[in-house]
T-cell receptor, first 113, second 113 residues
Framework: KQEVTQIPAALSVPEGENLVLNCSFTDSAIYNLQWFRQDPGKGLTSLLLIQSSQREQTSGRLNASLDKSSGRSTLYIAASQPGDSATYLCAVSGSSNTGKLIFGQGTTLQVKP | DTAVSQTPKYLVTQMGNDKSIKCEQNLGHDTMYWYKQDSKKFLKIMFSYNNKELIINETVPNRFSPKSPDKAHLNLHINSLELGDSAVYFC????????????FGPGTRLLVL
Protein backbone atom coordinates (compact mmCIF):
# COMPACT_ATOMS: atom_id res chain seq x y z
CA LYS A 1 0.00 0.00 0.00
CA GLN A 2 1.42 3.34 -1.10
CA GLU A 3 2.10 5.86 1.64
CA VAL A 4 3.32 9.41 1.14
CA THR A 5 5.09 11.36 3.87
CA GLN A 6 6.07 15.01 3.90
CA ILE A 7 8.66 16.48 6.19
CA PRO A 8 8.61 18.93 7.87
CA ALA A 9 4.94 19.39 8.71
CA ALA A 10 5.52 23.12 9.17
CA LEU A 11 8.28 25.52 8.28
CA SER A 12 8.82 29.19 9.02
CA VAL A 13 11.56 31.13 7.22
CA PRO A 14 12.51 34.78 6.70
CA GLU A 15 11.86 36.31 3.31
CA GLY A 16 14.60 35.71 0.76
CA GLU A 17 15.70 32.30 1.97
CA ASN A 18 16.02 29.33 -0.31
CA LEU A 19 14.21 26.30 1.06
CA VAL A 20 13.56 22.63 0.40
CA LEU A 21 10.41 20.66 1.07
CA ASN A 22 10.66 16.89 1.21
CA CYS A 23 8.32 14.14 0.08
CA SER A 24 8.87 10.40 0.36
CA PHE A 25 6.79 7.48 -0.89
CA THR A 26 6.94 3.79 -0.06
CA ASP A 27 6.22 2.19 -3.45
CA SER A 28 8.50 3.27 -6.29
CA ALA A 29 6.04 2.00 -8.95
CA ILE A 30 4.53 5.40 -9.64
CA TYR A 31 3.26 6.97 -12.84
CA ASN A 32 4.03 10.54 -11.85
CA LEU A 33 4.41 12.87 -8.91
CA GLN A 34 2.72 16.21 -8.52
CA TRP A 35 3.30 19.15 -6.22
CA PHE A 36 0.32 21.30 -5.30
CA ARG A 37 -0.18 24.48 -3.35
CA GLN A 38 -3.20 25.05 -1.12
CA ASP A 39 -4.02 28.47 0.31
CA PRO A 40 -6.21 28.63 3.45
CA GLY A 41 -9.85 27.99 2.61
CA LYS A 42 -9.07 27.46 -1.07
CA GLY A 43 -8.65 24.63 -3.52
CA LEU A 44 -5.42 23.12 -4.77
CA THR A 45 -3.28 24.65 -7.47
CA SER A 46 -0.96 22.38 -9.42
CA LEU A 47 2.64 23.62 -9.34
CA LEU A 48 4.68 20.95 -11.05
CA LEU A 49 4.15 17.47 -12.46
CA ILE A 50 7.08 15.09 -12.90
CA GLN A 51 6.58 11.97 -14.98
CA SER A 52 8.23 8.81 -13.64
CA SER A 53 10.79 8.91 -16.46
CA GLN A 54 11.86 12.46 -15.57
CA ARG A 55 14.32 13.64 -12.94
CA GLU A 56 13.16 17.22 -12.45
CA GLN A 57 10.84 19.99 -13.52
CA THR A 58 11.23 23.74 -13.16
CA SER A 59 8.76 26.59 -13.11
CA GLY A 60 10.02 30.04 -12.23
CA ARG A 61 11.49 29.96 -8.72
CA LEU A 62 10.31 26.38 -8.19
CA ASN A 63 12.28 23.25 -8.96
CA ALA A 64 11.03 19.76 -8.22
CA SER A 65 13.22 16.68 -8.37
CA LEU A 66 12.30 13.02 -8.41
CA ASP A 67 14.38 10.01 -7.39
CA LYS A 68 11.99 7.16 -8.02
CA SER A 69 14.33 4.39 -6.93
CA SER A 70 14.78 5.89 -3.47
CA GLY A 71 11.17 7.03 -3.23
CA ARG A 72 11.93 10.71 -2.78
CA SER A 73 11.04 14.07 -4.23
CA THR A 74 12.06 17.55 -3.21
CA LEU A 75 10.52 20.93 -3.98
CA TYR A 76 13.07 23.71 -3.99
CA ILE A 77 11.81 27.28 -3.63
CA ALA A 78 14.34 29.98 -4.42
CA ALA A 79 14.31 33.44 -2.88
CA SER A 80 11.14 32.86 -0.88
CA GLN A 81 8.52 35.61 -0.63
CA PRO A 82 5.64 36.19 1.81
CA GLY A 83 3.26 35.30 -1.04
CA ASP A 84 4.72 31.79 -1.02
CA SER A 85 3.09 31.18 2.37
CA ALA A 86 0.70 28.25 1.90
CA THR A 87 0.47 24.49 2.39
CA TYR A 88 2.42 22.45 -0.15
CA LEU A 89 1.14 19.00 -0.95
CA CYS A 90 2.92 16.18 -2.69
CA ALA A 91 0.90 13.47 -4.47
CA VAL A 92 1.85 10.34 -6.37
CA SER A 93 -0.10 8.62 -9.10
CA GLY A 94 0.07 4.83 -9.02
CA SER A 95 1.26 2.72 -11.95
CA SER A 96 -2.30 1.75 -12.93
CA ASN A 97 -2.76 5.12 -14.66
CA THR A 98 -6.26 5.61 -13.33
CA GLY A 99 -5.44 9.10 -12.12
CA LYS A 100 -5.71 8.05 -8.49
CA LEU A 101 -3.55 10.45 -6.49
CA ILE A 102 -2.23 9.55 -3.06
CA PHE A 103 -1.41 12.63 -1.06
CA GLY A 104 0.99 13.43 1.71
CA GLN A 105 -0.28 15.51 4.60
CA GLY A 106 1.50 18.62 3.44
CA THR A 107 4.06 21.11 4.65
CA THR A 108 2.68 24.42 5.86
CA LEU A 109 5.11 27.19 4.93
CA GLN A 110 5.21 30.63 6.44
CA VAL A 111 7.54 33.20 4.90
CA LYS A 112 8.01 36.19 7.18
CA PRO A 113 8.62 39.66 5.72
CA ASP B 1 -13.90 31.99 -16.24
CA THR B 2 -13.84 29.34 -13.53
CA ALA B 3 -12.29 26.10 -14.77
CA VAL B 4 -13.70 23.75 -12.12
CA SER B 5 -16.64 25.03 -10.11
CA GLN B 6 -18.53 23.54 -7.20
CA THR B 7 -21.84 24.40 -5.58
CA PRO B 8 -22.55 25.06 -2.86
CA LYS B 9 -19.39 26.48 -1.32
CA TYR B 10 -20.69 25.91 2.21
CA LEU B 11 -23.24 23.39 3.41
CA VAL B 12 -24.50 23.15 6.99
CA THR B 13 -27.05 20.46 7.65
CA GLN B 14 -28.47 18.15 10.28
CA MET B 15 -27.57 14.50 10.79
CA GLY B 16 -29.76 12.18 8.79
CA ASN B 17 -30.42 14.60 5.95
CA ASP B 18 -29.64 13.92 2.29
CA LYS B 19 -27.59 16.47 0.35
CA SER B 20 -25.95 16.91 -3.04
CA ILE B 21 -22.84 18.72 -4.17
CA LYS B 22 -22.48 19.70 -7.81
CA CYS B 23 -19.33 20.02 -9.87
CA GLU B 24 -18.84 21.37 -13.36
CA GLN B 25 -15.70 21.79 -15.46
CA ASN B 26 -15.36 23.86 -18.61
CA LEU B 27 -11.92 22.59 -19.57
CA GLY B 28 -13.15 19.93 -21.96
CA HIS B 29 -11.62 17.22 -19.79
CA ASP B 30 -12.73 13.60 -19.93
CA THR B 31 -11.97 12.60 -16.33
CA MET B 32 -13.43 13.99 -13.11
CA TYR B 33 -12.75 13.13 -9.47
CA TRP B 34 -14.11 13.59 -5.97
CA TYR B 35 -11.72 13.93 -3.03
CA LYS B 36 -12.40 14.32 0.68
CA GLN B 37 -10.19 16.45 2.93
CA ASP B 38 -10.68 15.66 6.60
CA SER B 39 -10.18 17.85 9.65
CA LYS B 40 -6.46 17.00 9.66
CA LYS B 41 -6.20 18.28 6.10
CA PHE B 42 -5.58 14.77 4.73
CA LEU B 43 -6.83 14.44 1.14
CA LYS B 44 -8.15 11.11 -0.08
CA ILE B 45 -9.72 10.13 -3.38
CA MET B 46 -13.30 8.86 -3.34
CA PHE B 47 -14.39 8.41 -6.96
CA SER B 48 -13.40 9.14 -10.52
CA TYR B 49 -15.32 9.06 -13.79
CA ASN B 50 -13.96 8.99 -17.32
CA ASN B 51 -16.47 10.14 -19.90
CA LYS B 52 -19.40 9.19 -17.63
CA GLU B 53 -17.93 5.78 -16.75
CA LEU B 54 -16.98 4.98 -13.13
CA ILE B 55 -13.24 4.26 -12.95
CA ILE B 56 -12.25 4.62 -9.29
CA ASN B 57 -14.54 3.65 -6.47
CA GLU B 58 -12.59 3.70 -3.22
CA THR B 59 -13.78 2.21 0.04
CA VAL B 60 -16.49 4.75 0.66
CA PRO B 61 -19.81 4.11 2.47
CA ASN B 62 -22.57 3.39 -0.03
CA ARG B 63 -24.39 6.43 1.35
CA PHE B 64 -22.16 8.33 -1.08
CA SER B 65 -23.27 8.06 -4.69
CA PRO B 66 -21.60 9.91 -7.56
CA LYS B 67 -23.54 10.72 -10.70
CA SER B 68 -22.14 11.94 -13.99
CA PRO B 69 -24.87 13.16 -16.38
CA ASP B 70 -22.24 14.15 -18.93
CA LYS B 71 -18.48 14.41 -18.99
CA ALA B 72 -18.53 18.04 -17.85
CA HIS B 73 -20.45 17.32 -14.66
CA LEU B 74 -19.89 15.06 -11.67
CA ASN B 75 -22.27 15.36 -8.75
CA LEU B 76 -22.00 13.77 -5.32
CA HIS B 77 -25.11 12.74 -3.44
CA ILE B 78 -24.87 11.83 0.23
CA ASN B 79 -27.68 10.02 2.03
CA SER B 80 -28.30 9.90 5.77
CA LEU B 81 -25.53 12.32 6.66
CA GLU B 82 -23.41 11.52 9.71
CA LEU B 83 -21.21 13.71 11.89
CA GLY B 84 -18.11 12.05 10.43
CA ASP B 85 -19.05 13.24 6.96
CA SER B 86 -18.07 16.78 7.96
CA ALA B 87 -15.13 17.66 5.72
CA VAL B 88 -14.16 19.64 2.66
CA TYR B 89 -15.06 17.89 -0.59
CA PHE B 90 -13.03 18.75 -3.66
CA CYS B 91 -13.88 18.06 -7.25
CA UNK B 92 -11.07 17.81 -9.80
CA UNK B 93 -10.66 17.10 -13.48
CA UNK B 94 -7.93 16.03 -15.87
CA UNK B 95 -7.69 15.77 -19.63
CA UNK B 96 -7.82 12.02 -19.86
CA UNK B 97 -6.01 9.94 -17.31
CA UNK B 98 -3.32 9.37 -14.79
CA UNK B 99 -0.49 11.09 -16.55
CA UNK B 100 -2.22 14.47 -16.67
CA UNK B 101 -2.27 17.37 -14.25
CA UNK B 102 -5.41 17.47 -12.15
CA UNK B 103 -7.25 20.77 -11.75
CA PHE B 104 -9.15 21.27 -8.52
CA GLY B 105 -12.30 23.16 -7.69
CA PRO B 106 -12.52 25.53 -4.68
CA GLY B 107 -14.07 22.91 -2.41
CA THR B 108 -17.39 22.49 -0.61
CA ARG B 109 -17.21 22.80 3.16
CA LEU B 110 -19.76 20.42 4.67
CA LEU B 111 -20.66 20.64 8.33
CA VAL B 112 -23.04 18.06 9.77
CA LEU B 113 -24.61 19.01 13.11
Amino acid sequence: KQEVTQIPAALSVPEGENLVLNCSFTDSAIYNLQWFRQDPGKGLTSLLLIQSSQREQTSGRLNASLDKSSGRSTLYIAASQPGDSATYLCAVSGSSNTGKLIFGQGTTLQVKP
Amino acid sequence: DTAVSQTPKYLVTQMGNDKSIKCEQNLGHDTMYWYKQDSKKFLKIMFSYNNKELIINETVPNRFSPKSPDKAHLNLHINSLELGDSAVYFCASSHSGGWETQYFGPGTRLLVL
